[in-house]
């Protein structure tokens, strides 16, 4: 019986000699391009290897650091050294650097080990700045960062590292740390000095302050006793030689009544009128030396009686705004400072000024009294303002002496402006 029989007995279907010869025929053609395959990708796979080599030694051999790799040990011999540490080193070739002894290019040998022991325990060093040795014996500095790379258990099968020459950096920063020392050095000894000499110009300032303080008591004293002079002389010039004019006109008016003769009695009358004159000039000089109507009514008496003398005297024109301020608000201190810097203005004013018209005015601004002094004339000039002249020394000596302060600048359209500010409480204003 045949297999095709035996099949058919069996009530199965089997494949003939045929079929299975074309189906191993298969089958072995899909092996051989499974092979050809597999041969053709293990040829690109070496064939990327070899260009990464390729690029890798490029890379290695052209990078303008050093680059090595050694072995692990007091002793580590270099494996791999590229031509930028080569040329770094000083030697020749590099089958002379692989030979040299990794501990022979540090400067101190015992750098090696501890270095060695710091990259193993770590794993890894960056930029360790290292003293290290050339062939010829030449010592330079050399920042060192370093791998330590490990097989599969784990033990150290090499150190790969990076070399970069630093010793002009350290140089420079030597540099710059003896320049800070020094700069240090030269900043303590200048701040010695300065500190020396400002303790002198404290000194100085401090007797400068007292021969102020002792200058302003003085020049206070001097006002004082010239304004106690000028009252007394005042008060004798009225009261003695006021009262012999008096007397002495009184005598001519009886003499007058009594003369017979027209002659005598034109005389009489002439020297009368003379003595009148003389008399109302005494009171007038009185009045300029110690004002008593100041003493008596207070500041804004005193100023409206001295304005309207000069607008008698002179004919200036004045138009005088004096604010509601009680005499008795007005320290007399600063009442006789306010009154003579208006009498020097409007003696400024009739002397120098050429004006017809002047303005002034009295406010209070809260705590301050102010004075304002203003004509139409022909200005000041910068010269008799810088040298202080017309008075202006004596006015802001007044000012201060009353813990104030005095301007004096251009009146718009023309002449001068005096502004004078006093506080009213002169013990709270400042010294």
């Known amino acids: 019986m045949d297999d095709a029989q035996n ?10 000699r045929g079929q299975e010869a074309s189906f191993m025929r298969e089958r072995i053609r899909y092996l051989e391009l499974m092979l050809h395959e597999e041969t053709a990708r293990r040829e690109r796979a070496d064939a990327a290897v070899r260009e990464s080599e390729s690029d890798f030694r490029t890379l290695f051999n052209n990078v303008p650091v050093g680059l090595y790799r050694n072995t692990p040990g007091d002793r580590g011999k270099f494996i791999m ?17 692989l030979a040299t002894s990794v501990a022979d290019i540090y400067a101190n040998p015992d750098k090696r080990k501890q270095f060695s ?16 040795r050339k062939k010829n014996g030449e010592l ?10 490990r097989d599969e258990h784990g033990a150290i099968r090499f150190f790969d590292g990076i070399i970069e020459d630093i010793t002009e950096r350290v140089r420079a920063r030597e540099e710059l740390d003896r320049y800070k020392a020094n700069l240090e050095q030269a900043v303590f000894e200048r701040t010695a000095e300065l ?34 002079e000028r009252a007394n002389l005042s008060r004798e010039l009225h009261d003695e030689l006021g009262q012999q004019l008096t007397a002495l006109r009184l005598e001519f008016d009886a003499m007058k009544k009594q003369a017979p003769e027209l002659a005598a009695r034109g005389f009489a009358e002439s020297l009368s009128g003379m003595v009148e004159r003389i008399t109302e000039e005494l009171r007038r000089i009185c009045k300029g030396l110690r004002p008593s109507v100041l003493d008596d009514l207070g500041l804004c008496a005193a100023i409206g009686a001295l304005t309207r003398d000069v607008e008698n005297r002179t004919g200036l024109a004045l138009e ?7 005499g008795s608000s007005v320290p007399p201190q600063v009442a006789i400072h306010v009154y003579r810097v208006l009498q020097e203005s409007l003696n400024n004013i009739v002397k120098h000024a050429h004006a017809d018209r002047a303005a002034v005015r009295l406010e209070q601004h809260g705590e ?38 005095i301007a004096l600048e251009p009146n718009t359209p023309h002449g001068v402006r005096v502004t004078l500010e006093v506080p009213l409480n002169t013990n709270s204003a400042p010294a």
């Open 320 to 326: 005088v705004d004096l604010a509601p301020i009680s």
């Open 7 to 16: 099949n058919q007995e069996n009530g199965k279907a089997s494949p003939s």
């Open 140 to 149: 330079f500095w050399g920042a060192v960062t370093a791998n330590a790379v």
């Open 368 to 405: 301050k009294l102010v004075l304002t002094v203003e004509d139409n004339g022909r200005g000041m000039d910068e010269a008799h303002a810088e040298s202080g002249g017309f008075g202006i020394i004596g006015m802001a000596r007044r000012a201060e002496l009353c813990h104030g302060r």
């Open 117 to 132: 022991a710091k990259l193993s325990a770590t794993g890894r060093v960056i930029e360790e700045p290292l003293k290290l």
């Open 81 to 97: 050294a590229n031509p930028a540490i080569i040329a770094m080193f000083g030697f020749e070739s590099e089958s002379e650097f």
């Open 195 to 228: 500190m020396r000499a400002n303790r002198e110009l404290q000194s100085e300032i401090a007797e400068r302050k007292r021969m102020q303080q002792r200058l302003g008591e003085l020049s206070e004293s001097i006002i004082s006793l010239q304004e106690q």
